[in-house]
């Protein structure tokens, strides 16, 4: 792109003229994830990973008939009469345990003592349950009959061989890895977890884990958008932090990532360098949302990658984030686009007013059954998502709510 057109394009200390509004964002955005392509991984690694085809079973569960009692497994037909009245004598002639079946077939008049889980001897069609014999030495009487599959769990009860277990899609549950498990699974194919580049930028950053100084902050959004995106079951690499310098933040963004999360630097400042670079080096068609906060965030391409310019100011950066980036990650790691947060509706303890023209995000606490809008101005006070409980949206073509409405929150979970 030839300098004209990149003066033409460059907002820097003009201000935004027009703000995209964030269901055209959220339109071009759905556009450009599709999911990623799919991995092998160890069954004991598979849990809260989203299964890339459909899973059929090759075998049945059990693979035998199986005793659901502990009792004698027996012919139900010689049982036929038994009761306290009327015992019915029956030769015991062996044992099946759980992993070592008895050996040999059953005939008529005979038993063999059998426990929970352990197959059923060729030529018994039942169990007779303790409770209805009485053993002597090397026989029982049977005091009650049972009928033929009585306490006898069937071959491929549980999963029959060429049935549809999971479907795609699925996040794996861990009883779903028992699930496979159970059908011989050693390895599962999932959907790749999108790897998100973090580059966190601004002069006045130090490192976490740093001591705050006198002109100098610790990095907030670093950490907070690593755990984000592990949230949204993408893999975060966070290097440390970017001067504010154009070759710095264009290295920083070099990486074999998906998604490139840039935090600060995303606005009209003078040294908002992100917005120029990536219209110069990629695309940038979206810069600036009708939504606040989170106003100042841009959203484009670099080669392959989706570019993700988040707003430095922490509250902004969360909601740029939640709004767009988290969106994206989840989608390209076949996950459900929606957010993940629990939703209860509640009314209003206090008016909530907001600008008609733009998508609002008001942090809320919950008390006594009732949403309290938290009197916090500036998108800069990260700690009010902290007191916060979650968050009412107020749409675009809205000027708030009054005190006693019904509004929805999303809790932060
Ligand atoms: P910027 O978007 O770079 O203009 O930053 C806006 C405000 O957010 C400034 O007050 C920055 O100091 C602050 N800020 C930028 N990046 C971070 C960060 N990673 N952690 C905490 N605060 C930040
Ligand atoms: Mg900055």
Not at 260 to 279: F, K, M, N, T
Not at 352 to 381: K, N
């Amino acid at each position: 792109m030839g300098d004209s057109s990149r003066s033409q394009h460059d907002v820097r200390m003009r201000g935004f003229a027009r703000r995209t509004t964030v269901a055209d964002a959220l339109e071009w955005l759905d556009g450009q994830t599709q999911r990623l392509g799919a991995e092998s991984v160890p069954l004991a690694e598979a849990a809260g990973r989203v299964l890339a085809e459909e899973t059929i079973s090759r075998v049945d569960v059990p693979a035998f008939d199986r005793s659901m009692m502990d009792g004698f497994a027996v012919r139900a037909a010689d049982t036929l009469g038994a009761s306290p009245y009327n015992r019915l004598e029956l030769k015991v002639v062996g044992r099946s345990m759980p992993g070592s079946p008895f050996v040999g077939q059953l005939a008529a008049g005979q038993a063999v003592r059998i426990m929970t889980g352990a197959p059923l001897p060729p030529g018994a069609d039942a169990v007779l349950p303790a409770e209805l014999i009485e053993i002597q030495a090397d026989r029982i009487l049977a005091q009650g009959d049972v009928s033929p599959g009585k306490h006898v769990g069937q071959i491929g009860e549980d999963i029959a061989a060429g049935a549809v277990v999971l479907p795609a899609g699925r996040m794996l549950r861990p009883q779903d890895v028992g699930v496979l498990s159970s059908i011989g699974t050693a390895e599962v194919v999932v959907v790749r977890r999108p790897r998100v580049r973090i580059v966190v930028t601004g002069n006045e950053l130090l490192p976490a884990g740093s001591t705050p100084q006198p002109h100098k902050i610790v990095d907030s959004n670093g950490p907070m958008l690593a755990a984000l995106v592990r949230r949204d079951g993408g893999i975060a690499d966070h290097p440390g932090i970017v001067p504010d310098r154009p070759d710095d933040v264009l290295e920083a963004m070099h990486s074999q990532a998906d998604v490139i999360l840039v935090s600060g630097g995303s606005s009209v400042g003078e040294e908002d360098y992100a917005p120029a670079l990536l219209r110069e080096h990629g695309e940038l068609p979206i810069h600036g949302l009708a939504m606040r906060p989170g106003s100042p965030a841009g959203m484009g391409r670099w080669d392959r990658r989706l570019v993700f310019l988040l707003p430095g100011n922490p509250v902004a950066c969360l909601c740029a984030y939640d709004m767009f980036a988290g969106r994206a990650i989840r989608a390209l790691g076949g996950r459900p686009t929606d957010w993940p947060y629990r939703r209860v509706t509640v009314p209003l303890a206090r008016k909530i007013v907001s600008t008609i023209g733009r998508l609002e995000f008001t942090r809320v606490r919950l008390l006594e059954g009732r949403a309290e809008p938290l009197a916090v101005g500036g998108s800069s006070i990260l700690s009010s998502t902290t007191r916060a409980d979650g968050f009412v949206l107020v749409p675009p073509d809205s000027e708030g709510y009054p005190p006693g409405s019904e509004v929805e929150v999303f809790l932060y979970g």
